[in-house]
C-alpha cells in the first residue's frame, strides 16, 4: 500500500554507549589525520571499508586491518596491540622509547613497511612476522637503554628486509653493536645507511657481516682485529675511516655480484687493515671511488670500472688472468706515488693486460686497456690486439711494460720475437724512438718493455705493439707506391685505404739518391682509392719515387719509396726490413727486366 504522511522538521540521533554508530574492535581502520596511536580522533573505522565513520576508539590487534596513510604521522605513544598493520609510502610510525608495542601473530604478513617506521631505543614484542619492502624505511632516532633499535635488524627473526629496503642510523647516541652480528637475510639487498657518525667507533673483535649494501652519508670509523663484509657492497657521500686498533680487513663480497660508490673515501690509513675483494665477486664501479690504503684481489673476482675511475694510493695485491680491474669503459685505475720500483697496474678487458710503471718520479699513473687498437690501423694482423691508455698527474718520464698473452696476439705476430711499441700522437701512430726492436721476455704470457724512460704527461696517449719493422700503419695514411717501365716512361701507381683526410697527392722524384722534388700533383676523387701517374721525362738513369699525402689538417705522410731502372744494373735490392735482421726479413727487389739472380746472406764477421 501507498505510505502517505508529512516530513517533519530536521533531527539529531545521539549515541550513548557503544554499539550502534561507534567502531568495533574488528572494524578496518585508517588514519585520518596525524597524531598518536592513543587518540580516536587519528584514525577512522569500517566496518566494509566502504562507508567510514570517525573511530571512537583506537584499533589494536583484534582490527581486521590497519592503515597508515600519507601523509600522515602517526606516534605510540601509550601501550598498544597491532595485526594486519601496513604503513603506506609516505606515511610514517614513530614508536616511542620505552612503549609497549606488540605485534599479534595472525595469517599473513603482521606489519608491513612501505612508507617510514621510527625506532628510538624499543621495538615491537610479539610473535608477529614484519616485512620492510622495498622502498620502505626503518630509522634508528636514538637507541637509548632498553637499547633495542640495533637488534631489530640483526636478532629479531621476525623481521624481513627485502631488496631495496633502508635500515638507517640517524642517531649520535650510542653506536649499532658491529660485532659477532649479521645484518639482513642472505637473497636480499637492503641497505644498512649511516646518515648521523655514531658518536663511537663501530667494530670490534668479533666480524661484521651485512647482506646487503653499507651506504656511508655521514663519517664512520672502523675498530677491532675483526673483519667487516659487506656482501653487497659499499656506497655514499661520506668517508670509512680506519681507526689506529682496526686490524681486520674491509671485505666486498660473498655474493656473486656487488657495488662501490659514491664519493665518500676509503681511508685505511696507518695500513693496518686493507679493502679486498672476497673470491668469486665482480663488483661494478657506481662512481669514482677513491681507497686510501691497498686492495687485495681474491681468486675469480673483478672490478668493473665502466665510466667511472678507480684511485689506489697504496698496491693491488692477488691479481692474476683471473683477478684483475676490468676497464670496460672510459674508466680509469690511478696509482699514487710511482717511484724507481714502480707499480703494477693490474687491468684489463676482455683478457688480463697488465701494465708496470717503473721510475715514476713519485707522480700518479692512470691506465685503461681496450680490446682493439684504436685508433685502427692498416695491417692489425701484425699488432697485438690491444690498446693500452697511460698518462700521469704531471710532465714526467717513466719506463712502462706491456703484458699479453699469445691468445692477444694477431695471425701475423710471431711469438717469441721482437715487437715495436708504438703511440698515437693524436694524428697518427709512431714508434717510440728507440723503441723499433724490443724483444719479448716471458713464455705466454709476454712482455715488452720500453728499452728506457719515456716522457708522459697529463693526457692520455695510446699505445700498441707491432710486428718489429713498421708492419703497422694508421688506417688513414697507409699509402702503398710501385713503379713500372714503360715504353712511355715510368708509370707509379698507388693505393690508399682512405681518402678521408686528404688535400692531395705529390708524386715526388729523386736522381740515384738525391733531393726529391715535386713532378706531379693529384687531387683525389671520391671513394678512389687507387691511382696512377706517368714520369714521360725519365732518361736512362735509376730514378726514386715516393707519393708525398697532403692532409686536411696541415700534416704529410710518405709512401715506401720504389726505384725504376733505365739503366745500371737489372737488379737492385731497395730495402731490407727489419735491419739488422734477427730471425726473419722481408726484401725489396726490383728489377728493369726478368732476370736471375743469386742471394747471399753472411753474419757480421762476413760468414
Known sequence: PAITGTSSTEFTIIQNGSGGCGSAATDYYRTAQSGNWSDPGTWESSADQI????????????????????????????????????????????????????????????????????????????????????????????????????????????????????????????????????????????????????????????????????????????????????????????????????????????????????????????????LSIVPGTTVTMQGSKTVIGNLNLGAGSFVELGDFNLTVTGVITGSGSNAFIRTNGMGVLTLNSVGAAGKSFPVGNTSYNPIVVLNGNGESFSVRVQTGIQPAVAFPSYAINRTWHLFASGSTTAMVSFQFAAADANAGVILPGDLEILQYSGVAWSVIPGNGIRPTTGTNPFTVATINNIPLGNTAVAYALGKSGGHILPLDFSVSARAQVIDAGVRISWEILSTDQVSDFELQRSLAGGIFTTIAHQIPVANGLGYSLIDSSMQNAQYLYRIKVNLQNGNSHYSNIVRANNSGPAFVLNAVSPNPVKDNADLNIHSAAQCVAGLSILNIYGQ
Not at 55 to 70: D, E, H, M, W, Y
Not at 93 to 108: E, W, Y
Not at 185 to 195: C, D, K, P, Q, S
Open 51 to 274: 562507508s567510514w565513520i570517525s573511530a571512537t576508539k583506537v584499533p589494536g590487534f583484534n582490527a581486521n586491518t590497519i592503515l597508515i596513510r600519507s601523509p600522515h604521522t602517526v606516534n605510540i605513544d601509550a601501550t598498544a596491540t597491532a595485526d594486519q598493520l601496513s604503513i603506506l609510502p609516505g606515511a610514517l610510525l614513530n614508536h616511542g622509547n620505552g612503549i609497549s608495542f606488540t605485534l599479534n601473530n595472525g595469517p599473513g604478513t603482521d606489519m608491513t613497511v612501505n612508507g617510514t617506521y621510527i625506532l628510538n631505543g624499543s621495538q615491537p614484542s610479539g610473535t608477529g612476522s614484519i616485512e620492510i619492502s622495498t622502498g620502505g624505511l626503518v630509522r634508528v632516532d636514538a637507541n637509548t637503554a632498553p637499547g633495542l633499535s640495533d637488534d631489530f635488524a640483526h636478532s629479531n627473526p621476525a623481521v624481513l628486509f627485502r631488496t631495496g629496503s633502508v635500515y638507517e642510523w640517524n642517531s649520535a647516541v650510542f653506536t649499532p653493536e658491529w660485532s659477532g652480528r649479521t645484518y639482513f637475510l642472505t637473497g636480499e639487498i637492503a641497505v644498512f645507511r649511516f646518515a648521523v657518525s655514531p658518536n663511537f667507533d663501530v667494530g670490534g673483535n668479533s666480524p661484521t657481516i651485512i647482506h646487503g649494501i653499507l651506504e656511508v652519508n655521514a663519517p664512520i670509523q672502523l675498530t677491532g682485529t675483526a673483519d667487516k663484509t659487506f656482501v653487497h657492497g659499499i656506497t655514499g657521500t661520506a668517508d670509512i675511516i680506519s681507526a689506529p686498533t682496526f686490524t681486520g680487513d674491509i671485505l666486498i663480497g660473498g655474493a656473486v655480484t656487488a657495488i662501490l660508490g659514491g664519493t665518500g673515501l676509503i681511508n685505511l690509513s696507518p695500513f693496518t687493515a686493507d
